[in-house]
């Protein structure tokens, strides 16, 4: 049986995790459908070049596909899996977040979808800053030396 204090995750961005050093993160939540929740819970989802969008002092989650829940998906008709999703955040985050993110070179990342401990679905973003070709290989080699080293009972 899980903890009351772990939460269930769906969906991770591990590419968001290669590309970018992750700088801060943030919980938001998410607006969506009664049947995307339900796709969700069934981890019908992929965070794979999502990106977080500003626009008028709002936050969106684009690029984030969702499946269509299999038992209603005969009755929608135009459904889009990678439609705008507004997220939950206080206003002075976004003003925070916005702000921090129209420096050179950083930006906002979508890492984890998942379920919070009170039964709420919850995305954790991230304020990135992208990694450089030898940064990449750098992490490469360091991962390839920590499992040779596992290996070996070190």
């Known amino acids: 049986m899980k903890k009351n204090n772990e939460k269930n995750i769906l969906a991770s961005n591990r590419k968001a995790f290669h590309n970018y050093h992750i700088l801060e993160e943030y919980e938001a939540g998410i607006v969506l459908s009664g049947y995307e929740v339900k796709s969700l819970r069934q981890h019908n989802v992929s965070l794979a070049d999502s990106l977080v969008r ?3 002092n709002e936050a969106f989650l684009e ?9 209603i998906s005969s009755h929608i ?3 889009n899996a990678t439609k705008l999703r507004k997220l939950l955040l206080h206003k002075n985050e976004i003003i925070k977040i916005y702000s921090k993110s129209r420096e050179k070179g950083l930006t906002v990342v979508p890492l ?10 919850k995305v954790l973003i991230a304020l990135a800053k992208g990694k450089t070709t030898y940064d990449k290989k750098e992490d490469l080699k360091k991962r390839d030396i ?5 290996r070996e009972g070190f």
Do not use: L
């Open 54 to 56: 500003f626009n008028n």
């Open 63 to 71: 690029n984030v596909y969702i499946a269509p829940y299999v038992q």
């Open 77 to 79: 008709q135009d459904y």
């Open 112 to 121: 984890e979808i998942y379920i919070s401990k009170y039964g709420k679905i």
């Open 146 to 150: 920590k499992r040779e080293m596992a």
